[in-house]
C-alpha cells in the first residue's frame, strides 16, 4: 500500500523527471530509459489508482449511510 506521502512524492518526481527528458526525446535517442521507467513504476502508479478508487467507495459508502439511500 503506498498509503504514504513521501513514497507518492518520489513517484511523482520520478515521472516528473521521466516526462521532461521524453519531453526531448529525439527518435533517434533510445527508449530504454522510459521502458525501464513504464516498467518500473506503472505497478505503482495502478496501485495508488485502486487505493483512491477503494477511498472514494468508502466515503461514498459512509456518506450513503449517514444520508440514507437515494431517492
Known amino acids: 500500500m503506498i498509503y504514504n506521502i513521501e513514497k507518492l512524492e518520489k513517484l511523482e518526481k520520478?515521472?516528473?523527471?521521466?516526462?521532461?527528458?521524453a519531453d526531448n526525446h529525439h527518435w533517434n535517442d533510445p527508449h530504454k530509459p522510459y521502458w525501464l521507467a513504464y516498467r518500473k513504476?506503472?505497478?505503482d502508479c495502478l496501485m495508488v489508482l485502486r487505493e483512491f478508487k477503494n477511498l472514494l467507495s468508502k466515503l461514498e459508502e459512509q456518506d450513503t449511510k449517514e444520508l440514507g439511500p437515494a431517492e
Open 14 to 21: 520520478n515521472w516528473q523527471k521521466t516526462l521532461k527528458g
Open 41 to 43: 513504476d506503472m505497478p
